[in-house]
């Protein structure tokens, strides 16, 4: 969840590795009793995300400043649409346009990738997700910025679920000596009821002795389309079916029709691209 603190930690941060002993240049070329208004104007069609976090990286340069959001997160907008209005300051206004802008085109481009997934699986029962693929220290709000899209959040960390992968099995069977379906018997023997089991399979012959444990999820990674029917049919609601790999926007309708419950793409947050938006400013005088 993006809360107030979290989002006052991570930009008070981040206004400091900016102007660490102000801005130079704009006290230097802008007088102290200078005004302005600027709006955040969308240079693109998107998404919107992070309206929170523009406003605080001004409001916390300066308290002086008003921020006023035209848009709320996840309401699409057009190219030339103003998102945001602000006045203050000139000085503080320009030295929180950075960091301000820099926080929201990123969470506007999440949030608007995530969208065009989202679109692409409506009619379909299968969920799309995100992964801990994210920015260290700016997961929250990428995360945030999935759910303004319309998608979803997968475990929010390491310590939120079980989720056991090849690595993991390779290590636990041949440490413990017992059968992969023992050995994850054992680890649910530990687990509170409250806690989520998942645990991810690359071949269909795995499917079996991973659910005779009783897992949560089972996790079918880079399957083909034909596997990923086949997956499905054999799991059978026996427990929740995740699609993982070769994610893209080209492939994921195919993906949500074999069945799968939840499509994770790490895509949604490593490799999206930064939305144009631009803060347009006009001086006044107070």
């Known amino acids: 969840m993006l809360t107030r603190q979290i989002i006052e930690t991570v930009v008070r941060a981040a206004l400091v590795e900016d102007a660490p002993w102000g801005d130079l240049t704009s006290q230097l070329l802008i007088p102290e009793s200078a005004y302005a208004t600027a709006r955040l104007v969308a240079r693109e069609p998107g998404t919107f995300a992070g309206g929170e976090v523009f406003a605080a990286a001004m409001t916390l340069t300066d308290p002086a400043i008003e921020v006023v959001l035209e848009r709320a997160d996840g309401e699409e907008f057009a190219a030339g649409d103003t998102l945001a209005t602000v006045s203050g300051p ?36 299968a969920r799309v997700v995100d992964t801990r693929k994210t920015t260290p220290g700016l997961r929250a709000f990428e995360r945030h910025a999935v759910r303004a899209g319309g998608g979803h959040n997968h475990r929010y960390s390491l310590s939120d679920a079980v989720m056991a992968k090849d690595n993991h099995l390779a290590v636990l069977t041949a440490q413990s000596g017992l059968s992969v379906t ?8 530990q687990l509170s009821h409250t806690t989520h089991l998942e645990v991810e399979v690359d071949r269909i012959d795995q499917i079996e002795p991973v659910l005779a444990s009783g897992v949560d999820t089972i996790m079918l990674d880079n399957f083909t389309l034909d596997e990923l029917r086949e997956g499905v049919a054999l799991i059978a609601g026996r427990a929740i079916v995740e699609a993982s790999g070769n994610v893209s926007l080209d492939t994921v309708r195919a993906i949500a029709e074999t069945g799968v419950d939840v499509i994770s793409s790490g895509a949604l947050t490593h490799s999206v691209r930064s939305l144009d938006l631009g803060l347009d400013v006009v001086v006044e005088t107070p």
């Open 90 to 125: 000139a000085r503080s206004v320009l030295q929180g346009e950075r960091v301000a802008l820099n926080f929201t085109q990123r969470m506007s481009g999440i949030a608007t990738l995530t969208a065009a997934f989202v679109r692409e699986v409506e009619g379909t029962s």
């Open 182 to 189: 023992d050995a994850l018997l054992a680890v649910r023997a």
